[in-house]
C-alpha cells in the first residue's frame, strides 16, 4: 500500500539578489549594458532604433529564486 503526502510549496525571489535587467537587438550584435534597473536599458534600446531603425530586441530580466515549503 502507498501513501501520498502532498505539501504545498510557493516561489518566491531570493532576498539577498539583485534583479539584473539586459537587452540584445534582433538585428545586429548590439546589446545594452546589463543594469539593475530597467529605464537605463529601456533608453538604450530606443537610443540604438534611433540610430539604426532596429525595433525589435530580446530583453532579459534575471534574478534568482527560491522554492518555499508551506507550513
Known sequence: MSVYAFVEHTIK????????????????DW?????DDSEPVDMACMQHTGRTGHAGFRRLRTSFAMVIRRK
Do not use: F, I, K, R
Not at 546589446?31 to 543594469?35: F, G, I, L, R
Open 31 to 35: 546589446a545594452a549594458t546589463p543594469a
Open 13 to 28: 525571489e531570493h532576498p539577498d539578489t539583485d534583479v539584473t535587467y539586459e537587452a540584445e537587438c534582433l538585428w545586429c
